[in-house]
């Protein structure tokens, strides 16, 4: 089967639905939509169903529930283990923080957290919070225990030709690909617009001087997604969390008092502190964005296209170009290839994001798209693609496909290294399983006496 070449370990996204999170379970005692516990973990019917309907939607026939429960309790004694594990950095704080920055950005789409919590089936924001809390806790744990397990693993290619011999009519086929270079800019604002933005941050601080709240104000005027409906607050940031010009423009104030309106990437923030204890600081911020004008738009793209015309005079490379121009820093340093979701450098036709689908359709190897304009970063941008190669679909080759195929025998590998890890673990651990599985090989494997 194909996912057996995958990666065998896959950390199971955790529903968002549940109200039973926080649930206080005894040895034994099983309780409404659990079913399983290993340790202090528990599993939830919602995560099997979850994982049953993900895998219907990617074509796969699901038989019966058997295997999603094994695979999400073998997930979570590595979760369990990974807690337990005092060489794992404890990161639970830095996790509450972003789960509040997460809930905050998912309530800005929403115009209000009422609404919000009824279109996450949540009953109060408390439980949607914590919910998120544990689904990036649990992610954060089972990378770090599986990669400490499986962080020497490594194949030979003896062992990768014998997996490919042993698997290869079983291997998926390799899909319609690009490989493509982006060199990215974003508008820069003239000065007159900038000091627009400025004389209105000004304008508010002065309100807020004279009495108006800041918490207000922010959730008037800040186009901050993360913080707007929260009144601009962030709490318990850490040192070198934050941009650097918001940080240092934050840590030279006293509690309660504003800044002056302070240039960032993201635009400009009237901060002011609340409190600071220790290395963490909270802090409320109005951020106006550096949203372009048409004019500016029109002068970005006067710059690409020259700069388009000296790579295709040959005057300077496509790499040269996107280290000396482009903004974006996810191509910048990497000669301007855009990576994959695995981080490689070929990348899905079906993947691609729809804008830079669209430009590149019809385009032959080594065509440059004339600029064009998109969001990178949550920011307005102005792009050229290069396309570097273009392979069709077809079915995996050793001689020309040795790197995805040592990818598969390695993570095979890697997944019979963490089932037997697993495994020595289960004599150790509390495991439990709700009768109405009986009938699963699992339950018989992970609860019987060692």
């Not at 005692?29 to 099997?48: M, P, R």
């Not at 804008?355 to 798209?369: E, F, R, V």
């Not at 190669?389 to 079915?395: L, V």
Request: hydrophobic share 35%; glycine share 4%.
């Amino acid at each position: 089967m194909l996912n057996n070449f995958k990666a065998v370990f896959i950390l199971l996204a955790l529903v968002l639905f549940s109200t039973k999170i926080n649930a206080q379970i005894k040895p034994g005692q099983f309780l409404d939509g659990i079913a399983a516990v290993i340790g202090d973990e528990i599993v939830l019917e919602s995560d099997i169903e979850e994982q049953a309907n993900y895998a219907q939607q990617q074509g796969t026939k699901v038989a019966d529930k058997c295997e999603f429960l094994s695979s999400i309790v073998n997930n979570k004694i590595i979760i369990y283990e990974a807690k337990r594990d005092t060489v794992i950095e404890n990161r639970s704080a830095q996790i509450k923080d972003m789960a509040l920055q997460k809930y905050n950005q998912i309530l800005s789409q929403f115009p209000d957290e009422k609404t919000m919590l009824g279109m996450y089936k949540f009953r109060t924001g408390y439980e949607m919070r914590n919910a998120i809390e544990k689904i990036d806790s649990d992610q954060y744990y089972g990378q770090q225990k599986y990669a400490r397990i499986t962080d020497k693993t490594d194949v030979t290619p003896n062992e990768v030709t014998d997996f490919f011999n042993q698997f290869k009519f079983q291997l998926p086929q390799v899909k319609d690909e690009v490989v493509l270079g982006k060199i990215s800019i974003f508008p820069k604002l003239t000065e007159a617009h900038k000091q627009e933005l400025i004389d209105k941050l000004n304008k508010i601080k002065k309100d807020v001087e004279a009495g108006e709240s800041f918490e207000t104000q922010a959730r008037i005027y800040s186009e901050d997604e993360g913080s707007a409906s929260n009144g601009g607050l962030y709490k318990a940031i850490n040192k070198g969390q934050m941009v650097k010009p918001f940080e240092a423009a934050a840590l030279n104030l006293q509690d309660g008092e504003l800044s002056d309106p302070v240039e960032s990437e993201f635009g400009f923030h009237l901060i002011q502190l609340i409190k600071r204890t220790g290395n963490k600081y909270d802090a409320r911020h109005i951020l106006l964005k550096a949203t372009p004008t048409k004019e500016e738009i029109a002068a970005t793209k006067k710059q690409l296209e020259d700069i388009r015309q000296q790579i295709l005079d040959k005057k300077m490379t496509f790499k040269d170009a996107a280290y000396k121009y482009s903004d974006d820093k996810s191509t910048k340093f990497n000669a301007g290839v855009m990576q994959s979701q695995d981080g490689g450098d070929k990348i899905e036709k079906l993947h691609l994001d729809p804008t830079i689908s669209y430009q590149i359709a019809g385009l032959n190897k080594d065509d440059i798209t004339e600029p064009f304009e998109e969001t990178v970063n949550r920011k307005q941008a102005v792009s050229i693609v290069s396309v570097n190669d273009i392979i069709d679909a077809h079915t995996l080759d050793l001689n020309t496909d040795y790197e995805r195929v040592k990818d598969y025998a390695l993570n095979k590998k890697k997944g019979e290294i963490v089932d037997k890890w697993v495994k020595s673990k289960i004599p150790n651990i509390f495991i439990s399983i709700d009768d109405k599985y009986n009938d699963c090989k699992i339950k018989d494997s992970l609860t019987k006496k060692k």
